[in-house]
């Protein structure tokens, strides 16, 4: 789980912030009052693993842009979670990260509060018993971090929240890749303004080896229905998006929150 170098991926993070950008000037010439605009917030200085992460998302993102006629920033500074920078944004993204300081997450706070949607992968909902920030606590179902496995390893998936638009052409089961999977401590199932989506399946367990897994109510994927948010667990390594299903997944998700489907 320790850091390491990032420098052979800084090719393909150049690549990548070209496409961006181009993205991002394709819609200042195009902007029509429809045109949704979206704001990914990352990190390159956490660990490898959430950085691989950050990078395909990225590229995954500029393709669905494209492809759903959305407009896309992505950042590194998370000083742009202020109320000026998040106003034209429909979306905003964290791939691997949460606020730095306390008026970043004010200002998140009062954009959710205000109707802005979110999706949050993995290490970017991580909360202890020492959470400087009830609110965030309370807006992802009040689960702070209790175990994890490892190293990381596919799981099988169940897609319990069948009649949502996020679950739109999903099995009823299917393999997620290669992931470091989470418990959170009370499970968010539990909380009634919470509904999970999708959920780790018990014939995973004992998922791990390092680090263990084996019992309990893991959800994956789930949604505050007090807010237009979702949080996905998948987000650790380079092999998040190898499959077409949790893609479809991923692709669902980022329609809905824009009130696309
Ligand atoms: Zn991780």
Known sequence: ??????????????LCFGMLSSSAAAGAQESTPQRPRVLILYSLNVETDHVLFALDALRFFAALAQKENFALDATTNWEDLNDANLQPYQLVVWLNES???????????????KGGAWLGFHVSAY????TKWPWFLTFIGGGVFDNNSW???PAKLIVDGRASPVTRNLPETFVSPTNEWYRWKPSPRLDSHIHVLLTLDPSNYPLGIKGLLTYGDVPAVWTNTQYKMLYMNMGHGDKIFTSPVQNTLIENATEWLLGKN
């Open 1 to 14: 789980m320790g850091r390491g170098p990032v420098s052979k991926y800084l090719v393909a993070l150049i």
């Open 127 to 130: 909360n202890d018993k020492t």
């Open 99 to 113: 606020p730095h300081n306390q008026a970043e997450r004010e200002a998140f706070e009062r954009y959710m509060t």
């Open 151 to 153: 190293p990381p390893l």
